[in-house]
């Protein structure tokens, strides 16, 4: 079984930090952010993160369908 530690995933996008469950990403499937690996080129492996140059905004929308479409798995910002 995977620790919560292990399944907790950090997607930087903009500057702006957010933490969310890897089980929450895949389940919307054929996107990027259900195929976030560490061999990915937008990995930080010292920060712990994935980062996306995007504008924040756009997708705190993205981050909101996520929480509406999955409640139980919510999203944190840091």
Do not use: C, W
């Not at 903009?14 to 952010?33: D, F, M, Q, V």
């Not at 980062?51 to 905004?57: C, E, I, L, N, Q």
């Amino acid at each position: 079984m995977i620790s919560d530690a292990e399944n907790r995933v950090i997607v930087n996008v903009g500057g702006i930090r957010h933490e969310t469950y890897k089980a929450t990403l895949k389940k919307i499937p054929a996107t990027r952010l259900s195929r976030l690996t560490e061999a990915l080129a937008n990995y930080d492996p010292i920060l712990n993160e994935y980062f996306f140059d995007r504008h924040p905004g756009v997708f705190a929308q993205v981050v909101r369908h996520i929480e509406r479409s999955f409640p139980v798995l919510r999203l944190t910002y840091s």
